[in-house]
């Protein structure tokens, strides 16, 4: 069984930076893809970046030129650097690993951003 834990999340002022990490039980390498995901009480959950194995990435329309993700695979993690946080940021942030077979999920961790 695949564990994935965040950490990182936070209440940050608008304009301020965040980190969120995600650690995987197992070798990340052998995911071909992980993301990010969000989800608000009103909104669906939402793919905000991804990153695959050879390290090709994509973001949401709304994070692009502030969030970066990356993936450290001798720690077996995979970060999201959020800059220029703003309100319409907070939610609860989730990790998504997929090897071919299976979707991975991680429990969230909540990110506030006050104006």
């Known amino acids: 069984q695949v564990q994935l834990v965040e950490s990182g999340g936070a209440l940050v002022q608008a304009g301020g930076s965040l980190r969120l990490s995600c650690v995987a039980s197992r070798s990340i390498f052998s995911f071909n893809h992980m993301g990010w995901y969000r989800q608000t009480p009103v909104k669906t959950r939402e793919l905000v970046a991804g990153?695959?194995?050879?390290?090709?990435?994509d973001y949401a329309d709304s994070v692009k030129g502030r969030f970066a993700i990356s993936r450290d695979n001798a720690k077996n993690t995979m970060y999201l650097q959020m800059n220029n946080l703003q309100p319409e940021d907070t939610a609860v942030y989730y990790c998504?690993?997929?090897?071919?077979?299976?979707?991975?999920w991680g429990q969230g961790t909540q990110v506030t951003v006050s104006s």
């Open positions: 990153i695959t194995r050879g390290d090709s990435t």
């Open positions: 998504h690993a997929w090897d071919y077979i299976t979707n991975y």
